[in-house]
């Protein structure tokens, strides 16, 4: 009877996987993820993604009621802003990731395979939206909205973290996000596990292409106008961090270490060319060159603190 039942529940789909394989930031189950959303985690993404701009476009005073200090604003965008936080921590998972069961001799379950390739690859393709300040960065019109904080409304943990003092820091929120994003997608045990899934399978995505699409997809993108671009550099200096963790990294197989490392070595090659007359591009080869001088010394620099966001809702019970 308990065989027909699971029987059953494998036949409608059911899966049964826990915490365990779901809350960590380098795990690699394509289902199990936490708060996420859709039949197709990627799609989801990019419909979240299109949902975050059309409610930000929209987002004005009227979000709060009559006599609430405009301060107030800035607590309620929060959520909006970070709205894709959790889906794109699931998406990230599917790169590099693994479809397996707690299986056992007999039941008849699919026990391990790596996730399918066009899947990775739609999963890579939504989550660079997510490092694009075009996608990513508050609309400039909007920041009008957000004045230092009234008396009696200060900052909480559940607001932007900044570098401005009093004033309200749009760049930090796009470093904070993009931080959010890398972390997973340069997670160095996922790094690891692109090294294996491409030596098992060559056609398969590998570590040197993902970092390739992500370097073209940030450091090389041109953004329209001024704001756009010094939010891109925020996210470029963070994608750059992240690459030089995973070299010199030392719980990751060698060929992480190898593989971000010639990546450097281009990256720092091609804005050489530049850094004559771009004062980015001189810094990023003035950092690249104190992490080749000194790799031991290399850490990573924080960015500001994602608001507190899980568990979702709580404050509805208080």
């Known amino acids: 009877g308990l065989n027909n039942i699971l029987d059953k529940a494998k036949a409608d789909g059911l899966r049964y996987i826990t915490d365990q394989d779901a809350r960590p930031q380098g795990s690699a189950h394509v289902l199990a993820h936490l708060w996420d959303n859709g039949t197709s985690i990627s799609k989801e993404l990019d419909e979240m993604l299109s949902i975050r701009k059309v409610a930000i476009n929209n987002f004005s005073v009227d979000n709060i009621q009559k006599g609430t200090p405009y301060s107030v604003l800035e607590d309620v965008f929060v959520p909006l802003y970070f709205f894709h936080r959790y889906q794109t921590e699931g998406?990230?998972?599917?790169?590099?990731?693994?479809?397996?069961?707690?299986?056992?001799?007999?039941?008849?379950?699919?026990?391990v395979a790596v996730a399918d390739k066009s899947m990775q690859l739609e999963a890579l393709k939504s989550v660079l939206r997510t490092l694009d300040a075009a996608e990513i960065a508050i609309p400039k019109e909007?920041?009008?909205?957000?004045?230092?904080?009234?008396?009696?409304?200060?900052?909480?943990?559940?607001?932007?973290?900044?570098?401005?003092?009093?004033?309200?820091?749009?760049?930090?929120?796009?470093?904070?996000?993009?931080?959010?994003?890398?972390?997973?997608?340069?997670?160095?045990?996922?790094?690891?596990?692109?090294?294996?899934?491409?030596?098992?399978?060559?056609?398969?995505?590998?570590?040197?292409?993902?970092?390739?699409?992500?370097?073209?997809?940030?450091i090389n993108k041109k953004q329209k106008d001024t704001y756009l671009n010094e939010a891109?550099?925020?996210?470029n200096f963070r994608v750059l961090y992240h690459i030089m963790n995973?070299?010199?990294?030392?719980?990751?197989?060698?060929?992480?270490?190898?593989?971000?490392?010639?990546?450097?070595?281009?990256?720092?090659?091609?804005?050489m060319k530049d850094s004559g007359a771009n004062a980015i591009s001189a810094e990023m080869v003035k950092r690249i060159k104190s992490y080749r001088e000194h790799p031991e010394q290399f850490k990573m620099i924080p960015s500001p603190k994602i608001p507190d966001g899980s568990p979702i809702g709580m404050s509805c019970f208080h």
């Open 142 to 218: 909007k920041l009008s909205l957000f004045p230092p904080r009234s008396f009696g409304t200060p900052r909480t943990r559940e607001s932007i973290k900044g570098k401005t003092g009093v004033s309200f820091d749009a760049l930090s929120a796009v470093e904070t996000a993009s931080d959010m994003t890398l972390k997973f997608l340069l997670h160095p045990e996922k790094a690891s596990r692109l090294i294996q899934q491409k030596a098992i399978e060559t056609d398969n995505v590998g570590l040197a292409d993902v970092l390739d699409e992500l370097i073209a997809s940030t």
């Open 91 to 111: 998406v990230a998972k599917v790169i590099g990731g693994l479809e397996y069961n707690y299986a056992v001799k007999g039941d008849g379950q699919e026990v």
């Open 232 to 235: 891109q550099t925020i996210i």
């Open 246 to 271: 995973l070299a010199g990294h030392t719980n990751v197989h060698l060929q992480v270490n190898a593989i971000a490392s010639q990546k450097i070595n281009e990256l720092n090659m091609q804005l």
